[in-house]
Each structure stands twice: as structure tokens, then as C-alpha cells.
């Protein structure tokens, strides 16, 4: 499955995604727990867990009329520009190019880890975010780790971080079994 | 150290440069950049494209250091500006982007780090900057490392990368005016003057990014218009498309069907110092010269020897994605890789009996190169606003310019303008009907078994 079928997948999956960043982050972790390499080619940045190869391909999923993206503005963000938040749903035709991946290994996969995700606690952008961190972190350190630690070492890579949202976040890794995974030697 | 010298450039006028800086664009790492074409080979369509990577790393850094003054920036960071604009192609192989997906199919990844997004030959350019002896005694140390931190994008201000690489960089303001005269074209124009003069400096609590003022919109758009027109025109012409091809098309037969060794040690970037002293020497003559030499039996040498003769492969097929209108079909035209391409081009080649790598399949898309010329900040007298928000005409620049399309090259001949429409009619007829076929996502068959499937 390349990168283009995998995100077409996953918006069905979803019944469409709100926001760039849970697209990014939801994409990272469903990859991540399907094990399908899509070649989407997830790095580790500071802030997290990053693909550019998807920012491109949904834009060109947009071109081909498979992908539509809405945009609402919500506020005013630092330097006084207008934010908005990018709501991802598929077209008729981008459904009808789902409908004949849906009985594929890969689709009910992929469909299963978004059930997954919603079952352990439906994190939104912000929670994923997070999420996606924490997790960056445990699998740096290779080794299982309290939710104080994994703090002290956010603060390292200069993440504020609150306690609150680390716990959250940590439960929600825990729930999908990604903390003894990310712990592992 | 030198005297610092005015050179005379076709484009700005006189460029003047620093002594130091006089001294680096005389050492032998950069003056290989006249050895590098631009434009690859352009000149098969325009017969002036013959202008190279020289000219325009010292146009280059001419508009970046303009850039830098307008903005007020300090005479340190202006001279890293300035020094990683002059650098910025220093890593260029033969054939320039031609190269890039060939060295990315065979440097060895597990021994150098490419981040997301940088491509093989920034890596290159970063190890030179850092490396190159001709540089050595030039830079100070810490310079070369700031240098590519600032390339990088590690180094001071989002704004100094930007001055140098981003939607309205210095590179791309030469290049547009630069291939443009050359090539002939009046396409790539747009008012140099007005643009720099419009830039500015937009800055959050965290961060300085380059930014244009509401008054320089126009010169914006016709900024991205000269990009639209110079790739429609100069960029994605045919021929040119079809030359790119055919150079990476022999360059990757060279390597993996001929097997010559040279060939593969050219592209197998592994991070050492060998390597890049040898890479140094390479350059699109001497690698022409040399395939050229190798037996005419090869591909890399019959492929060549046809570039050289502009024998040239011919676009047998060629649609735009709103063209197919089955949604499997353009789900797979544009988003499938080898993949499909390998499949298609072996029907193809057994359906009209041409040799199998000798017909190429190449998707021709802009890969949202306008997304980040969509969010240019525009600063107005109240808050500022992304240039989308502010150009009406941004709009539909930004559709043409997503305009996909996907061709196939192929050693056709015709007899004549009637032969030409007829095998045409039927080339696309039967190519239609096999990514049909091909498109079907149920079919789990083998390579091997959708070549006979059909």
C-alpha cells in the first residue's frame, strides 16, 4: 500500500480528519501500530513526529479531486495572523477509490488501529500531540519509564509539557500497549 | 588575500565581491561550477541554454546580499547570507537534479544522515563546505559550520534560510531572470528591483521570517506567474522532460544493467572524504566523454550517443490528470511508482516491439510548489495576512500550477504527419486500456503476470 492509498484509508477509516496536526500525529501512530510502511517516512523532530512526504501527498490527493480540505478560522495566534484548522474528507471519487481497497489486508488493518485509537481515549490533536512525544521519548530511552521522568526529559528537548497532559497522554500509550513496546531493548 | 573586484554579469550588472569572497570563487571547488550546465541539456530546445551553475551562484548571492542590506541585517550574518548563497549549489553532480534520484538510489544510507525533506546533493554541498580543501584555508572554521547550519536552517533567524532558500529566495530570483535571458524567453521577467524593495521582516515573539509589505503584492504575483510560465514554457517542455529522462534513464542502466563500476561509485555517496575529493572531479562533460567511451553495446552509451545526435525518445502519450476521468485510473497514474510505471512500460514495449528500457513512464507534477507561495506573510497597516488571503490571482496560478500530467517516452517513428496522428489515435487508445487494466487493485499479480495478463 504507497502513501496515497494509506491516507485515502485512513480519512475513510476516520470518517474524515479535523486538522493537519491529528492528520499527521493519527497517521504517525496508525502506521505505527498496523506496521504498514507506506512510505510515509515518519522523523523524529523536537517537536515530534513528523512526514513530509504526507503534507505532499495530501496535497496531491486534493489536485487528483480525491481529498477535499476545509478550512475554519479559530483565533489569533502569535504574530497576529488569523489560525485556521484544515478538515480533511474524501470526495465521491476518493470514496470510490476506498471502496475497492476496503476489502484489502491493509484497509481492515488500518480501520482496526483507528477503532483502537478511539477505544484508548480518542485523543484530539493536542492530546496526540503529546502522545506522540511521550512516546518519542520512550522509545529514545529504550527503557520503561515513570511519568516524572519522561518529563525531566521533555523539559530537555525544551517541551513544556503539563503533568496533567503527560499523564494523559502516557495512559493512552499504555492503553495501546505502546509503553512496554516503546520500553523494549 | 586578494582585492576585492567588480565582475560584469549579463543579469545585475556589475557584482561586486569581497576579497575574500573573491578567493573563494576562484578556488577549484567552485569554478567546477562551470562545468555544470544550468539547465542540463535545455539547449536541445534552447539553443543559449548553455549557461552553468557559476554565474548563477554568483548571481545568487548577489540578491542575497542586496537582500540582507535592505533588511538591515548585521554585517556578520550578512556575510553568512551572502557566503551560503555563493555555496549554496557547491554539491551538484552532472546533470545537477537529473542526479539527485540516482544518488538517492545508491548512497549508502546507513552511513550518512538524510533528513526529511534534504535532498542527497545538500548533504554533499554541506561535507564540501566543511571539507574541501580548496575551501580550507578561505572560511574560517566556524564560518563553514555556520554556513551549512544556515542552509540547514540552524543557524540564526528563520529569515537568514529564507533570504537563501525558501518561496521567495534569492536562488529563485536569479534563476527565473537568468534561465530566462538565456533560454531566450521573456517568460521568467518580473521586476527584480520592486521585489527586493518590497521585502520585509515579519517577526512573532519566538522568531524574524521573510515577509513582503501589502505594497509589493503585485510584484509578488507577477513573481509567481514568471515561475508558472518559465516551468510550463522552459521547465516542463517536453523536450526538456524527455532529455531529463533519458540522461537519468542511462545514467540507471548504466549502473544496474551494463554494470559499470564507475558509474555506480559516481552516484554510492557514503559520507567519506574519498568520496567527495573523487566526486569533485566529475562534471557533465567529463561524464558525457566517458559513457561515450564505454562499448556502443551498452545503454548508458547508445542512450548518450542518441542525446548527443538529439535522437531523441518520443512522448508516444501524455494526459493530464482531469483527462482521466476513472478515478482508479488517475489513483494509479499519479500516485503509483515502479510499481506501475515498470508494468506499463513493459506492455507498452511488447505491444509496438520496442525495447522495454527504452520506454519510460513519467509522472510530470509541481509537488504543491505553490503551498508555501500561499503563505507568504503580507504585512499590512492593521495585521498581516498570507498572500493567498491578499492576491485574487493567486488563486488560479495555484490550480494551473497543480496541474498534473502523466507522459510516456518511447523510440517511435513516424513516416510521416499522417503516420504520426495515426499511431498516436492508437497509442492512446491501447495505453488508456492497459492502465485500466493495470489500475485494478483486486489483481494481486506479479509483475511478470500483468505484463502477460494483457
Known sequence: MNAAQFLLSLIDASKGIQGRTLLQKRAFFVSLLSGIDSGLGFDAYYYGPYSSTLD???????????????????????GGFEMRRYDYKLTPQGTEVVSKLRSTEEYKRILENVRRIEAAGNPNYFELSIAAKAFFILRKQRRPMSTEEIKREAEKFSWDIQ????????????????TKEAGKN | MSAGLEVRDPIHGFIYREPHEHDIVDSKAFQRLRRLKQLALANLVYPGANHTRFEHSLGAFHIAGRIASRLQISPADSRLIRLAALLHDIGHGPFSHVSEPILRKHSQAEKINLKPKQQVHELISAQIIKEDPSLAGLILDTDRTKTVDLLNGEYGYSVFKEIVSGPLDADKQDYLL??????????????LERLVNSLTVHEDEEDKFLAISSDGVHVLEQFVLAKYYMSTQVYRHRIRLITDEMIGRAIGLGIDVDGIKWLKQIYSYDGSTDYIREYMEWNDERLTTKILE?????????????LRDRRLLKCIFDVKHNELTDPSSRMTVFTGSDDFHK???????????YDKNLVICSPVTFKSAAKTESEISVIGPIKP????????????VNLAINEQRFQVYAPAV?????????????????????????SDPQASLSLEERGSAL
Open chain 1, 56 to 78: 505532499n501527498t495530501v496535497a496531491q490527493l486534493k489536485n487528483l479531486d480525491f481529498v477535499v480540505e476545509d478550512d475554519t478560522p479559530f483565533g489569533i495566534i502569535s
Open chain 1, 163 to 178: 503533568p496533567q497532559s503527560l499523564e494523559k497522554a502516557v495512559t493512552f500509550l499504555q492503553r495501546l500497549g505502546l
Open chain 2, 178 to 191: 537568468r534561465d530566462s535571458y538565456f533560454c531566450g524567453v521573456k517568460y521568467g521577467v518580473f521586476d
Open chain 2, 294 to 306: 564505454e562499448s556502443s553495446e551498452t545503454y548508458a552509451c547508445s542512450i548518450f550517443h542518441r
Open chain 2, 343 to 353: 508494468p506499463l512500460e513493459k506492455l507498452v514495449a511488447e505491444r509496438w516491439g
Open chain 2, 385 to 396: 495576512r498570507f498572500f493567498r488571503e491578499e492576491s485574487t490571482l493567486f488563486s488560479a
Open chain 2, 414 to 438: 513516424y513516416k510521416d504527419e499522417r503516420d504520426h496522428k495515426r499511431q498516436h489515435r492508437e497509442f492512446y487508445n491501447d495505453i488508456i486500456a492497459m492502465i485500466s487494466k493495470l
